[in-house]
Nanobody, 122 residues
Framework: QVQLVESGGGLVQAGGSLRLSCAAS????????MGWFRQAPGKEREFVTA????????YYADSVKGRFTVSRDNAKNTVYLQMNSLKPEDTAVYYC???????????????WGQGTQVTVSS
């Protein structure tokens, strides 16, 4: 079992930055690929980014490419999402998730955090 806890969300003006963190319990964190997803009100959960177990491989949704950066520190059991040049359309609840494989489909993820709200004002 892996428990995930996100933090770092909040209210920011358009053009601003936030860094989300996702802390994982257990000693098996490095065996999981990690992903970030988001869900805005009335919309389906969408893929944001994913990072491989080693951190070498990363994937991004086109909508965030060049603005968001995912990273992980396996020694600290934590994955990060640095979000720059934020836009109002980035407003959503952001979830981190763990998977045995590197997927862009939320169905491939087994463990989920509770989510953290990110609100970008115009």
């Amino acid at each position: 079992q892996v428990q995930l806890v996100e933090s770092g969300g909040g209210l920011v003006q358009a053009g601003g930055s936030l860094r989300l963190s996702c802390a994982a319990s257990g000693r098996t964190f490095s065996t999981y690929a990690m992903g970030w997803f988001r869900q805005a009100p009335g919309k389906e959960r969408e893929f944001v980014t994913a990072i491989s177990r080693s951190g070498i491989s990363t994937y991004y949704a086109d909508s965030v490419k060049g603005r968001f950066t995912v990273s992980r520190d396996n020694a600290k059991n934590t994955v990060y999402l640095q979000m720059n040049s934020l836009k109002p359309e980035d407003t959503a609840v952001y979830y981190c998730a763990g998977s045995r494989g590197l997927y862009m489909d939320y169905a491939g993820y087994v463990y989920w955090g509770q989510g953290t709200q990110v609100t970008v004002s115009s």
